[in-house]
């Protein structure tokens, strides 16, 4: 079956202090055909930029009936997709089970429209920095995202 494959990363130097840069970057494959998308932001945390990468390449796409298959290291998103913690965010007011405000929630409305205008999506955990090929390229792009906007 023809798919739409996605490796998606996210980078950010100095994470968590006043002044950073952050990147995303991902990797788009379908049949031959290869894509690379990304970019920067000042002053930006990990999340955010791992939240961009996808949500940059389902933008990208042309068609919406194509099985789209995307593979993160980023567990944050990962774990949330795939255990569905957004159901219940959306159903208590964007509130975690904490009570507190969900942290990036206009980024997390945009990546689930998308994902869900989409025929058929999956996500897939995949370990950071152990080799793979695509994922290796997007944490590129997302480190060249980051010193751009240095």
């Known amino acids: 079956m023809d798919k739409i494959i996605i490796y998606s990363d996210g980078a950010c130097s100095n994470n968590q202090s006043e002044k950073n840069f952050g990147g995303y970057g991902a990797v788009l494959i379908y049949k031959d055909n ?6 920067g932001e000042i002053n930006t945390t ?6 961009t990468a996808i949500i940059k390449a389902l933008e990208m796409l042309k068609r919406k009936d194509i099985p789209v298959e995307v593979y993160s290291d980023s567990a944050y998103i990962v774990n949330c997709i795939n255990n569905k913690w957004y159901v219940n965010w959306r159903k208590n007011g964007w509130k975690t089970s904490k009570k507190t405000p969900v942290e990036n929630k206009q980024l997390w409305e945009k990546l689930l429209l998308q994902i869900e205008s989409l025929k058929i999506f999956n996500i897939i955990k995949v370990k950071g920095h152990a080799g793979d090929t695509y994922n290796e390229m997007a944490d590129e792009l997302a480190r060249r995202g980051a010193d751009e906007v240095k």
């Not at 990990?46 to 939240?51: G, P, Q, R, Y």
């Open 46 to 51: 990990n999340n955010v930029m791992e939240l």
């Open 34 to 39: 290869v894509k690379k998308v990304y970019g």
